[in-house]
């Protein structure tokens, strides 16, 4: 246990559960192109099983679907 923001720093929580995630979930990731995450190119990549694209709002948002 303890700081959140500290935890999940270290640990891409997406990874963990994708693939619990059901045909046609979707995961929404807000201020992608803010924060340049390790989990957008992730989940870009077709061999982890989701499909994705930044929609343009504001900050930029990820809309992965499984």
Do not use: C, I
């Not at 995630?21 to 989940?43: E, I, L, Q, Y």
């Amino acid at each position: 246990m303890g700081d959140a923001m500290q935890t999940l720093r270290a640990l891409d929580v997406l990874k963990l559960v994708a693939p619990a995630m059901r045909p046609g979930a979707v995961v929404v990731t807000d201020n992608v192109g803010v924060f340049k995450a390790d989990s957008v190119t992730w989940v870009r990549d077709p061999r982890n099983g989701l499909a994705s694209m930044t929609v343009p709002f504001r900050s930029g948002t990820e809309y992965p679907v499984r």
